[in-house]
């Protein structure tokens, strides 16, 4: 159960777009729509961002989306706010029935 | 208001033993799928187990398969984690999560530290 490949880290001036990737398998990324995305500030818990590859829960700003293409998930940061600086982590379902998280890549807003 | 409380973290030696608990609040606690996710010192989100709304399915990673425990109260709106056989490498932060279209629901996490 290796975790899923993030970039460990990016960064962007406020008002630009980030993309960050999430590369699995066929096994799990590629093989179900079940791809969610977390933002986490230090010390504090995960917050839902993103779930199903594309879908925001009530509350979140709609400048974050997320997509999906073969064994590689998206989530795409437009506008970028001084707010949005934290680590994100994408997590997958997987064909043994268990969860995996990426490695989690830090978002600095220069 | 919906919330997720965790407790019974500590300093345990290795090869000992703890149980962790999630008391829900706010919600059904019975209609969801739950899970325990963890974080070890300055390192990412590591699933750990999850179990179904009724108890009678689980699933574990395999860094904890046979050592780790999930289980749940309904009548106690308690998520509960049975720690056994614990490693220097099982030192982290365990927070519970509710299921519901991806994890939408963290409690503050508990510190779990295996060591001499």
């Known amino acids: 159960q290796s975790a899923l490949t993030q970039p460990a880290s990016v960064s962007g001036s406020p008002g630009q777009s980030i993309t960050i990737s999430c590369t699995g398998t066929?096994?799990?990324?590629?093989?179900?729509?079940?791809v969610s995305w977390y933002q986490q500030h230090p010390g504090k818990a995960p917050k839902l961002m993103i779930y199903d590859v594309s879908n925001r829960p009530s509350g979140v700003s709609n400048r974050f989306s997320g997509s999906k293409s073969g064994n590689t998930a998206s989530l795409t940061i437009s506008g970028l706010q001084a707010e949005d600086e934290a680590d994100y982590y994408c997590s997958s379902y997987t064909s043994s029935s268990t969860l995996l998280f990426g490695g989690g890549t830090k978002l600095t807003v220069l | 208001e919906v919330q997720l409380v965790e407790s019974g973290g500590g300093l345990v030696q290795p090869g000992g033993s703890l149980r962790l608990s999630c008391a829900a609040s706010?919600?059904?606690?019975?209609?969801?799928?739950m899970h325990w996710v963890r974080q070890a010192p300055g390192k990412g989100l590591v699933w750990v187990s999850r179990?179904?709304?009724?108890?009678?399915?689980?699933s574990y990673a395999d860094s904890v398969k046979g050592r780790f425990t999930i289980s749940r109260d309904n009548a106690k709106n308690t998520l509960y984690l049975q720690m056994n056989s614990l490693r220097a490498e099982d030192t982290a932060v365990y927070y519970c999560?509710?299921?519901?279209?991806?994890?939408?629901?963290w409690g503050q996490g508990t510190t779990v530290t295996v060591s001499s």
């Open positions: 066929s096994s799990d990324v590629g093989g179900y729509n079940y």
């Open positions: 706010g919600f059904t606690f019975s209609s969801y799928w």
């Open positions: 179990i179904n709304s009724d108890g009678s399915s689980t």
């Open positions: 999560a509710r299921d519901r279209d991806g994890m939408d629901v």
